[in-house]
């Protein structure tokens, strides 16, 4: 899905686990690939460096690459 962008306020869901969770916070911390369920719904809230973006999830904000996160279905366009 590398192909796929997404802009500020998609709601995008965790459609491939990450070997780890990089929190977005003024320091932020590495977290446990478990902590994050798959399929959990988050918010888009900026595109951050290295080309990842911050999401928004229940268990807080973190930085993911983009190859880990789907469009939810009624984000889509048709």
Sequence with gaps: MSNLSFSIGDRVYLAKRPPYFK??????????????????????????????YTVRFSQGSFFINPDDLSLTPH???P
């Design 23 to 52: 929190t977005a916070e003024p320091m932020p911390m590495l977290r446990p690939p478990d902590l994050i369920p798959l399929g959990s719904e988050g918010l888009i809230e900026q595109l951050s460096p290295g080309g990842t």
């Design 75 to 77: 984000s889509e366009n």
